[in-house]
């Protein structure tokens, strides 16, 4: 996904240079949220600024939204017939597959040394007896402040600041708006 | 959901745990089964997995709630990009701002296996689907595309279970 919108940014379009897109993914990997979007926003905001961080946060957004919309029609209507059953059957199998080849994928990078290993553990531990997720990440957050060396390559200073148009005044009013249209989504 | 998007460092995969917290645990929206269900429709869209988010929201809640449901879980992440991408080059050169990063990195593959034990836990097991599970596992391991992957699996399912 990435390599694609890579592709259509820095090639096709010519929007942004590479440097500029791999800092931007660099970023989306470490802040939460989904990191394909997150690129695209990116993306947006570097060529338009936050309306165009916006339209192509919508335009990546909006084709999965209906498609997993129609989907979910589909899934209420059928989910009794026994061809159907049969196919989740399946599918389930293969999400399990699915994501016990991201965790390991995941922890091959990752978990490389005995202290991630042991944050890892303790984090399993801790949600295997009902703790939070939420919690088990701020206790990660913190174990790794203290616990954790940072491994030589990330500490180098490569690329200059660049200056960003950051426009205060758009986004908190986006936010505003975004607060008091979703009031019932935040309880 | 906005809560989900908030944590969820480092990707689709990082969301799943709070996900599986949240809408299964917590709250009791939907079962394992069918949250399960909605995380394989995920696979299937082309788009991050936390797209979920659109099917539990019309389960629970019809298309509004699908609505709700998509729009809160996408929002903070998108406030994130465009807040933090201008500080981005010096929070970089901050070491504890890494060593948190990595922290969390790693408390998620803890996070993660607890999700595959309990998913595994939750499927009754017999021979056809360990062998459709190792099918896939090996298929994924060897790098073949998840696009291919979930369509060939979701044909074989349907005539073999």
């Keep these: 996904?990435?390599?694609?919108?890579?592709?259509?940014?820095?090639?096709?379009?010519?929007?942004?240079?590479?440097?500029?897109?791999?800092?931007?993914?660099?970023?989306?990997?470490?802040?939460?949220?989904?990191t394909a979007i997150q690129a695209a926003a990116y993306v947006g905001q570097k060529v338009r600024g936050v309306s165009g961080a916006l339209a192509a946060?919508?335009?990546?957004?909006?084709?999965?939204?209906?498609?997993m919309l129609f989907?979910?029609?589909?899934?209420?209507?059928?989910?009794?017939?026994?061809?159907?059953?049969?196919?989740?059957?399946?599918?389930?199998?293969?999400?399990?597959?699915?994501?016990?080849?991201?965790t390991y994928s995941f922890g091959?990078?990752?978990?490389?040394?005995?202290?991630?290993?042991?944050?890892?553990?303790l984090s399993a531990v801790s949600f295997w007896f009902g703790i939070s997720p939420f919690m088990?990440?701020?206790?990660?957050?913190?174990?790794?402040?203290?616990?954790?060396?940072?491994?030589?390559?990330?500490?180098?200073?490569?690329?200059?600041?660049?200056?960003?148009?950051?426009?205060?005044?758009?986004?908190?009013?986006?936010?505003?708006?975004?607060?008091?249209?979703?009031?019932?989504?935040?309880? | 959901m906005v809560k989900i998007d908030l944590f969820a460092f480092g990707g689709g995969f990082a969301s799943l745990p709070l996900m599986l917290h949240e809408i299964v645990i917590n709250r009791g929206w939907l079962d394992s089964k069918t949250f399960m269900d909605g995380i394989a429709l995920g696979q299937i869209t082309p788009g991050p997995i936390v797209i979920t988010a659109t099917f539990v929201g019309y389960l629970v809640y019809g298309l509004l709630g699908a609505l709700v449901a998509t729009i809160a879980i996408f929002a903070p992440s998108f406030f994130m990009v465009i807040t933090i991408a201008p500080f981005f080059d010096r929070l970089k050169n901050s070491i504890y701002f890494m060593k948190?990063?990595?922290?969390?990195?790693?408390?998620?593959?803890?996070?993660?296996?607890y999700v595959c034990i309990k998913f595994t836990m939750g499927?009754?097991?017999?021979?056809?689907?360990?062998?459709?599970?190792?099918?896939?596992?090996?298929?994924?391991?060897?790098?073949?595309?998840?696009?291919?992957?979930?369509?060939?699996?979701?044909?074989?399912?349907?005539?073999?279970?």
């Design chain 1, 71 to 102: 989907l979910a029609v589909l899934y209420a209507k059928f989910s009794s017939l026994p061809k159907f059953i049969s196919l989740f059957n399946g599918l389930q199998v293969i999400v399990v597959a699915i994501i016990f080849n991201a």
């Design chain 2, 123 to 161: 499927i009754p097991w017999d021979i056809v689907r360990i062998l459709l599970g190792l099918a896939t596992l090996a298929a994924l391991l060897s790098k073949v595309d998840i696009l291919y992957i979930v369509p060939i699996g979701a044909v074989i399912s349907v005539f073999v279970l």
């Design chain 2, 100 to 113: 948190a990063i990595d922290g969390i990195f790693a408390s998620f593959v803890g996070l993660l296996l």
């Design chain 1, 108 to 121: 091959r990078n990752i978990a490389n040394n005995y202290k991630n290993i042991l944050v890892a553990l």
């Design chain 1, 136 to 187: 088990v990440i701020i206790g990660a957050c913190i174990l790794g402040m203290t616990i954790l060396k940072i491994p030589a390559s990330s500490a180098v200073t490569d690329s200059e600041p660049k200056k960003t148009k950051w426009n205060a005044g758009q986004i908190i009013g986006l936010l505003v708006t975004f607060f008091s249209v979703l009031p019932a989504s935040i309880s």
């Design chain 1, 57 to 67: 946060y919508l335009g990546f957004g909006l084709p999965a939204f209906i498609f």
């Design chain 1, 1 to 34: 996904m990435i390599v694609h919108i890579r592709e259509l940014s820095t090639q096709r379009n010519q929007w942004l240079d590479k440097n500029d897109f791999k800092n931007g993914v660099a970023l989306c990997q470490s802040i939460p949220g989904a």
